[in-house]
């Protein structure tokens, strides 16, 4: 859905709200606080109705976004009943590398949720304040796009079968001259003494510190054992974050790695679940020649 | 806690000294030579090169103090089984690991997971980011995995 200003955004969300709470459907928003209020105002007392969440804080890291909607239909439509949905990941404050995650996530939402799901996502993309390109990547990850009081199919959109191709796409390189270790199935506490290194010196701070490192053993701990037995560390940093790149020769299958939460019973695929809760931003994807994962930790 | 008087075993050799020179990482609330007040050590029971766990007072306790991860988790999960079998909680003191990856704290869950209603696993003094991880990998709610509030944060 586009829309121009926050007067638009409420012509185009508060009547596919009503719809949902006239059926009987649970709504959940992820939205920014400012548009948060404004949709409360605007639905009075219905607002008591639908569940709203800062998308600001609950999709900082876009990776949490997937398993938040998927709770929402787990909980929401247990009897088969519709749920609908609100959210607007993406905002022009969003640096490079999170708009691209924010990209990637949007179009990967169209392969994490089941096809036969009753839900109805609605994808604001506020068009008065976000680049053209955005928007045109817009069109390529949704199937219908809504603009004024018309609705209609994107030409672009690249389909269910292409809606993985964003991860392989190479992320831009690591900066020349930046840190880096090459490491093997003895090097896991040399990985996480460097990363420690890297990270104090960079101003990071103690728990913050403690959480780039546990992430980033998981990931080196994945390089060792389905990566070809070890990978290539590099750290650099850039004006807001410290950033962690593995890559290694394994390839991933499963682009929704790291976005379903684990069972308590299941034994595996928990390392990049962990860097995504305690990590800023992951980036992930696999190429030919191997798989990258960039690790964003904001100083 | 129990407190016990008079107990003069503890053992003190140089648990933590190779630490200090290659890194100090994940320190829990409590880090140091000395378990947790309260606590009293007696002989090792399972060494290696990162982490030396330990007999302890309250019985049917172990202390841990170092590094579990993917190159010990198996040898600790085993540690921890072979202590189960005495129809007791078997108490755990955390506050001296200064880093537990996932596989390491699977073997705690892999522990609980054999463990019944008499003799669950109950943890203390683990550190809180240790606490977080145990929470947001959804092992926080297990039946035989008990998390004592003496924990930090
Ligand atoms: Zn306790």
């Not at chain 1, 992820?30 to 969440?53: N, P, Y």
């Not at chain 1, 996530?105 to 976000?130: G, K, V």
């Not at chain 2, 990162?50 to 579990?68: C, D, E, K, W, Y």
């Amino acid at each position: 859905m586009l829309y121009r200003g926050t007067a638009n955004f409420l012509h185009h969300a508060v009547p596919f709200i009503r719809d949902g709470l006239d059926a009987g459907e649970p709504v959940l928003v992820l939205t920014a606080v400012s548009r948060i209020d404004a949709l409360r105002a605007e639905l009075r007392g219905d607002a008591g109705q639908v569940q709203f969440a800062d998308m600001a804080q609950a999709g900082s890291n876009p990776a949490r976004i997937i398993p938040l909607w998927q709770e929402f239909i787990d909980r929401g439509s247990k009897d088969g009943r519709p749920v609908r949905g609100i959210g607007e990941p993406i905002w022009p404050e969003r640096s490079p590398a999170e708009l691209a995650e924010c990209q990637w996530h949007e179009s990967l939402l169209n392969l994490a949720i089941d096809p036969a799901t009753p839900i109805w996502l609605l994808c604001p993309y506020d068009a008065s304040a976000l680049e053209a390109g955005v928007v045109a990547e817009a069109h390529r990850s949704h199937p219908l796009v809504t603009e004024g009081d018309h609705r209609r199919e994107s030409g672009a959109f690249r389909g269910l079968g292409g809606s993985a191709e964003p991860f392989s796409v190479p992320l831009p390189a690591a900066p020349l001259g930046c840190r880096s270790l090459a490491f093997g199935p003895a090097d896991l506490a040399t990985v996480r003494a460097t990363v420690a290194a890297f990270a104090a010196q960079a101003g990071l701070k103690a728990e913050r510190k403690d959480e780039l490192i546990a992430a980033a053993h998981e990931v080196a701990c994945n390089s060792v054992q389905h990566g070809g037995g070890g990978g290539e560390l590099r750290l650099w940093r850039d004006h807001r974050s410290v950033i962690c790149e593995f890559s290694d020769h394994g390839r991933v299958d499963d682009p929704m790695i790291g976005r379903r939460r684990p069972s308590a019973r299941s034994a595996g695929g928990r390392g990049l679940w962990l860097a995504n809760h305690m990590c800023d931003l992951v980036q992930i994807r696999t190429l030919p020649q191997g798989t990258v994962v960039r690790l964003h930790k904001r100083l | 806690m129990q407190k016990i008087f008079g107990f003069a075993w503890r053992g003190k050799s140089g648990v933590t000294q190779w630490e200090k020179g290659t890194m100090s990482l994940l320190k829990g609330a409590a880090s140091g030579e000395q378990p947790m007040a309260g606590w009293l050590e007696g002989e090792p029971m399972y060494t290696d090169r990162q982490l030396v766990i330990r007999h302890t007072v309250p019985t049917n306790g172990l202390s841990f103090a170092g590094t579990i991860d993917v190159m010990n988790a198996d040898q600790v999960a085993s540690a921890l089984i072979s202590q189960l079998d005495q129809g007791l909680p078997l108490h755990l003191e955390l506050s001296r690991v200064e880093f537990s990856d996932v596989s390491g704290i699977r073997a705690f869950v892999l522990a609980a997971e054999c463990a019944d209603a008499r003799n669950r696993i109950v943890l203390h003094g683990l550190p809180s980011l240790l606490q977080r991880v145990i929470t947001v990998v959804g092992w926080a709610d297990l039946p035989g995995l008990e998390i004592c509030s003496c924990s930090a944060g």
